[in-house]
């Protein structure tokens, strides 16, 4: 079995990714932190290539290739940020590259992998396994597959965003991570870990769907069915095997946020901010509200971890009401 990655490789990704990811900024807000009562940092990757931290490791991992699996081609399965991640990446990289996306991926995720010269081959996300297709379409064609988060390199790539937030702002109490499968989460971890140990480390998953909470606190990975929440990027049934072995040994918990609980935080981004951010960008800043005073006076790392939302959707939310279903 592979092993996981440690935090010189989240430093080699980085040089990989100098000139290719954007160094997202990080922004701050006295009302935010007046009504939590702590210092907010937030790093914004809903501003990074195609919208999200995704193309971090997706670029990390194909620029690993060699010549044969550069001319063979790329696949992996995806709701949508990964899906154009790989896509974009594959682009740059003049790599061909095959998608699994689900037949109600948000339109303009789908649009945008499309665009990005991508083949899709839809599934149904509440009936088909989309990892056993990814792993069949490999075998026939001979394509390299690249999963979304369990994959040494992209957990690397994933990892350099928390890196780049504790450079900028310095050593922080506590980060508040997005969980869906863990590749985030898992490389934010080891960024933390090495530029800011005292830090405490929290995932944040969709109450609907909290996997990750059961398999830290079971200290074995759980499987569930698919859940169904607005988080469209954290409907995983599971984390993956190497995020959870750097998971389990690093992070001091995971805790969840109700759909409502992200729309709330959407509104926030949207007046306070100014910025938009998709659910499964909000469940940090959603873990951070349900805490509430127990990080008063605290200095807070929150990674938005994307903003690709189709615009209908997005204003049918923020005006309600609205359904998980969406």
Same mark, same amino acid.
């Given at each position: 079995m592979p092993t996981p990655p440690s935090y010189a490789d989240v430093e080699s990704a980085a040089a990989r990714l100098d000139g290719q990811a954007h160094r997202t900024p990080v922004l701050t807000s006295r009302r935010v932190n007046g009504e939590i009562g702590a210092r907010l940092f937030f790093k914004c990757e809903n501003l990074q290539r195609m919208g999200a931290f995704k193309f971090r490791g997706a670029f990390n991992a194909l620029a690993r290739f060699d010549a044969g699996q550069r001319r063979a081609g790329v696949v992996t399965y995806s709701s949508g940020n990964h899906a154009q991640a790989v896509a974009l990446a594959a682009r740059i990289l003049g790599i061909p590259a095959t998608i699994v996306m689900p037949h109600d991926a948000p339109a303009g995720k789908l649009a945008a992998t499309l665009e990005y010269g991508a083949q899709i081959v839809g599934y149904d996300r509440y009936t088909e396994d989309r990892e056993e297709i990814g792993?069949?379409?490999?075998?026939?064609?001979?394509?390299?597959?690249?999963?979304?988060?369990?994959?040494?390199?992209?957990?690397?790539?994933?990892?350099?965003?928390?890196?780049? /937030?504790?450079?900028? !702002?310095?050593?922080?109490?506590?980060?508040?991570?997005?969980? %869906? =499968?863990?590749?985030? *989460?898992?490389?934010?971890?080891?960024?933390?870990?090495?530029?800011?140990?005292?830090?405490?480390?929290?995932?944040?998953?969709?109450?609907?769907?909290d996997d990750g909470r059961q398999s830290l606190r079971g200290g074995a990975?759980?499987?569930?069915a698919t859940p169904r929440t607005i988080a469209d990027g954290a409907q995983t049934q599971h984390v993956g095997e190497l995020p959870f072995e750097i998971i389990r040994r690093d992070v001091d918990d995971i805790l969840v946020a109700s759909d409502a609980e992200l729309v709330e935080a959407m509104r926030i981004f949207?007046?306070?901010?100014?910025?938009?951010?998709?659910?499964?960008?909000?469940?940090?800043?959603?873990?951070?509200?349900? /805490?509430?005073?127990? !990080?008063?006076?605290?200095?807070?790392?929150?990674?938005?971890? %994307? =903003?690709?939302?189709? *615009?209908?959707?997005?204003?049918?939310?923020?005006?309600?009401?609205?359904?998980?279903?969406g």
């Open positions: 792993r069949e379409l490999a075998a026939e064609r001979g394509l390299t597959l690249v999963p979304p988060y369990d994959h040494a390199d992209v957990m690397a790539g994933q990892g350099t965003a928390a890196k780049e /937030l504790f450079e900028d !702002v310095g050593e922080l109490d506590a980060l508040f991570v997005p969980l %869906g =499968g863990g590749g985030l *989460l898992s490389g934010s971890t080891l960024a933390a870990r090495a530029l800011s140990p005292g830090c405490r480390v929290y995932g944040v998953e969709p109450e609907a769907g990975i759980v499987h569930i949207a007046a306070t901010m100014k910025i938009v951010v998709e659910p499964t960008g909000c469940l940090g800043f959603a873990g951070v509200r349900r /805490l509430g005073r127990e !990080v008063s006076g605290q200095r807070i790392g929150v990674i938005i971890s %994307g =903003g690709n939302i189709d *615009l209908d959707r997005y204003a049918a939310m923020l005006a309600g009401p609205w359904s998980a279903r």
